[in-house]
């Protein structure tokens, strides 16, 4: 869903994780974190409850909430290596955890976690709105409707709290450097809720008279980029940034506009912001580097490895000539096959499209011998329009189906290769909406509930539709329909997919006998890791299955 203050770091360009799915993985371990700091980190009993007609009654377990809510309460971040064995060690520690498909009334939002904690004791409402973006809702009935993005202090109080508290400690919000300070009314008595941008330390709050205080709960931010008050953000939309850019002094470029966003949006200097996205680089590199040489197994997968076999029939020339958009193809494969071996990754915008952009980047950065620094550029400007993206529709495909995961994604590639290639601005937005404007309507329908097919083809499409998009705005094709007005058709078509094409297994390819059969042999395998490739779909024993024409 549109979303304000959109961070390139935090909702674009991230989380770094291992799993199958940043809106079910990743989302899920943040959303866990913030429960267990509401409890303490002491519990007995966790039960996750889905609603029966949203997205995580069917793709929960296959796609990795489960894992994902089991890791977070086990203390386990988004790139552990342990998330991947995470229920098996939550059940391990003695921790009642299950789930419940069952009415969930609080928000009709598709992945809409209830967690109930000791039978009631605490009760989390949140929500996973793409690409590892959380809103928690409500924290044991009190309204919170944040992102995990800044630092809460909660204080129960018995009755109410004692005069001029609130007061009191709204009179230190400056001087604290804390954002928000309000009290709120529980079925007991009151809560006086404190949220900052950075930690709060119980001794700070220094109030000598604590009659009443029944808790003290500090919840820290779960993301990388802790939400400073008072943004003002240089622009949301394309429009906007246009304008922003022309009233500069010096011409500017999509780059340096997207570091005056995120410095606004986040309160880190431009060349700090330079720096993140270089390391981001870097970690892309590294991750292809390694798969690379040790290649990439894992027992729950359909497909077995597919870019060495590329990599092959390129070196023999059977493949068709396509120049640049071979390389594309070879690293897009291969990072699609990084994230379905639990490897580390960027879900960049989501760890469903998560390929598209380094693929794209990092192919155009190695044909022309581009510096980290230059690569980070063209990596700023994917993050940019991605926030334009973010701001006004979505990344979920459980709100758009795949348009929105891998239709994002090839937008953000397009306008990342234009400039690489020496497109202008303008020319690079229209790459952008061209990009969009092919995929409007596509749908998310997982083969076998697991983010593998058709999610490696839509990546490697849509990234090979990035380099084409790429070239027409170079040679100034007409995009016609103003980016923003694409956007906006954009989240309108999202909103009118139905539910079966929207990541819920319920559809499309998911909804075939091969489907279906796939389904239930992966969820009947529990040993070995993948060995197989080729032409047919890798089982976990490394059994190899032959597809009909």
Same mark, same amino acid.
């Given at each position: ?82 998330? @991947?064995?995470?229920?098996?060690? !939550? ?27 000791? %039978? ?21 009935? +009190?309204? +919170? ?70 808790d003290e709960i500090m919840i820290p931010c779960v993301m990388p980029v802790p939400r400073p008050g008072g943004i003002q953000l240089p622009f949301t939309t394309t429009a906007e940034m246009q304008q922003f850019m022309e009233a500069q002094d010096a011409p500017m470029e999509l ?9 606004? $949006?986040s309160g880190l200097s431009r060349p700090d912001c330079l720096q993140k996205a270089e390391d981001l680089i870097a970690l892309y590199q590294q991750s292809l580097e390694e798969a690379t040489l040790k290649g990439t197994t894992f027992s729950d997968r359909i497909l077995g490895p ?21 390389q594309i193809i070879k690293k897009t494969t291969l990072y699609m096959e990084v994230k379905s071996a639990f490897g580390l990754i960027i879900a960049g915008p989501t760890a469903g499209s998560c390929a598209v952009v380094p693929g794209s980047i990092l192919s155009l950065a190695e044909?022309?011998?581009?510096? $980290?620094? %230059? ?48 497109? #202008? ?12 404007? #092919? ?7 997982? !083969? ?9 083809? $839509? ?21 016609? +329909? ?6 906006? @058709? ?11 094409? $929207? ?47």
């Amino acid at each position: 869903m549109p979303n304000q203050n959109v961070s390139i770091f935090n909702d674009v360009l991230g989380p770094v994780m291992r799993g199958p799915s940043s809106s079910h993985t990743a989302a899920s371990v943040r959303i866990a974190h913030v429960a267990r700091a509401l409890c303490h980190g002491e519990y007995k009993k966790i039960q996750i409850q889905y609603d029966p007609n949203g997205s995580l009654a069917t793709t929960a377990g296959p796609q990795g909430s489960d894992m994902g809510l089991a890791a977070g309460f086990l203390g386990f971040q988004c790139s552990d290596e342990r998330v @991947a064995n995470s229920l098996q060690l !939550i059940k391990d520690s003695g921790i009642d955890f299950g789930t419940i498909v069952t009415p969930v009334t609080e928000d009709s939002h598709p992945n809409t976690y209830k967690i109930v904690i000791d %039978e009631g004791k605490h009760v989390v409402i949140a929500l996973s709105t793409g690409g590892g973006a959380i809103t928690i809702k409500t924290l044991d009935g +009190i309204p +919170i409707n944040g992102h995990g993005d800044r630092h809460l202090c909660l204080l129960f109080f018995k009755d109410r709290s004692p005069d001029g508290m609130l007061a009191n400690l709204q009179s230190k919000t400056i001087s604290k450097g804390w954002i928000n300070t309000k009290e709120c009314s529980t079925p007991t008595g009151s809560c006086i809720v404190i949220e900052s941008a950075k930690e709060i330390k119980s001794e700070a709050l220094e109030f000598p008279n604590r009659d009443n205080l029944i808790d003290e709960i500090m919840i820290p931010c779960v993301m990388p980029v802790p939400r400073p008050g008072g943004i003002q953000l240089p622009f949301t939309t394309t429009a906007e940034m246009q304008q922003f850019m022309e009233a500069q002094d010096a011409p500017m470029e999509l780059w340096e506009a997207a570091l005056y966003y995120e410095s606004a $949006r986040s309160g880190l200097s431009r060349p700090d912001c330079l720096q993140k996205a270089e390391d981001l680089i870097a970690l892309y590199q590294q991750s292809l580097e390694e798969a690379t040489l040790k290649g990439t197994t894992f027992s729950d997968r359909i497909l077995g490895p597919q870019a060495q076999n590329f990599s092959d029939n390129l070196n023999k020339g059977t493949l068709l000539d396509l120049g640049l958009t071979n390389q594309i193809i070879k690293k897009t494969t291969l990072y699609m096959e990084v994230k379905s071996a639990f490897g580390l990754i960027i879900a960049g915008p989501t760890a469903g499209s998560c390929a598209v952009v380094p693929g794209s980047i990092l192919s155009l950065a190695e044909a022309r011998e581009m510096s $980290r620094t %230059e690569a980070a550029k063209m990596l700023l400007i994917a993050g940019l329009v991605g926030v334009l993206i973010a701001t006004k529709s979505t990344f979920a495909a459980e709100e758009g189906g795949c348009q929105a995961e891998c239709g994002a994604a090839g937008s953000m590639a397009a306008a990342a290769l234009c400039w690489g290639q020496g497109g #202008s601005s303008r020319q690079c937005i229209a790459a952008a909406s061209m990009t969009i404007q #092919s995929v409007l309507g596509m749908v998310c329908d997982p !083969i076998a509930n697991r983010v593998e097919a058709p999610c490696l083809y $839509r990546n490697i499409n849509t990234a090979s539709m990035a380099a084409c998009s790429a070239n027409m705005a170079l040679c100034s094709f007409a995009a016609v +329909i103003p980016y923003d007005e694409v956007i906006a @058709a954009h989240w309108e078509v999202c909103k009118l997919l139905p539910r079966s094409l $929207r990541c819920t297994g319920l559809g499309g390819l998911a909804a075939q006998p091969t489907s279906r059969a796939l389904e239930s042999k992966m969820a009947s395998i529990s040993c070995g890791s993948c060995s197989c490739s080729g032409n047919g779909v890798a089982t976990g024993d490394g059994e190899f299955v032959s597809l009909k024409w």
